[in-house]
């Protein structure tokens, strides 16, 4: 069956620096692929899209990668903040996007 | 201000007790999905609407109705539900769903005693 791994524990990280957060997947080969943040308490909002033909794709201190390769999706923060401490979801697509599978999500914590 | 409501946002109710969750947007989407969310799993759909009377099954559809009457509409019906759908809520909506993102509503907290 379709599967989405997202590292379960948390990424503690130090201000300043790049947080590297991973996703791989298996089963299931992707049209495209989003990223999420997740607030306690509150619903994902929308960070960044890529598409299968795409390598990578930025937007302001946010780099996301995609290998269809090696089946798996790199998200980077650069010059990490406290105010980037969240939960961070990737989530899969196919073409018709009707039914989009999610990771679990990885926690990050960026201390000041 | 474009957003997607949900009501309640919190419940706590008793096995077997009908109860209807609802969800609004306002950016006039055609496609919506429900989604739970427990701890270790992720959001797993549930339900999925491409329009108005169009509706389709997700990966957890057991125990859930949904229905579309209007656009902007997508309750979620539990009509007995069960210890086991106790969890975390969200609806969701997007113009279409293709190479779009998804607009998430803030989430509903269910308890079934």
């Known amino acids: 069956s379709q599967k989405i791994e997202q590292n379960s524990e948390a990424l503690n990280i130090q201000e300043g620096k790049t947080a590297t957060l991973t996703c791989n997947y298996t089963?299931?080969?992707?049209?495209?692929l989003q990223w999420y943040r997740q607030d306690p308490g509150r619903g994902p909002v929308f960070l960044l899209l890529?598409?299968?033909?795409?390598k990578e794709k930025r937007k302001e201190r946010l780099k996301v990668t995609f290998d269809t390769t090696l089946k798996q999706s790199l998200f980077h923060i650069t010059a990490s903040q406290p105010a980037d401490s969240a939960t961070y979801l990737c989530?899969?697509?196919?073409?018709?996007?009707?039914?989009?599978?999610f990771g679990a999500g990885t926690r990050l914590f960026v201390k000041a | 201000e474009a957003q997607v409501t949900q009501n309640p946002r919190y419940l706590i109710t008793v096995t077997g007790k009908k109860l209807t969750v609802t969800c609004s947007q306002n950016?006039?989407?055609?496609?919506m999905s429900w989604y739970r969310q427990d701890p270790g799993l992720g959001l797993r759909q549930i339900y999925y609407s491409m329009n108005v009377e169009v509706t389709d099954k997700g990966d957890v559809p057991e125990g859930y109705k949904v229905s579309r009457k209007e656009k902007r509409n997508f309750p979620l019906i539990l009509e007995s539900p069960s210890p086991n759908q106790t969890s975390l809520y969200f609806c969701a909506s997007t113009t279409t769903p293709s190479y779009n993102e998804q607009f998430f509503g803030p989430g509903t907290r269910l308890t079934v005693l």
């Open positions: 989530a899969l697509d196919g073409a018709g996007g009707f039914k989009t599978i």
């Open positions: 890529i598409r299968e033909n795409e």
């Open positions: 089963n299931y080969s992707p049209a495209y």
């Open positions: 950016m006039n989407h055609e496609y």
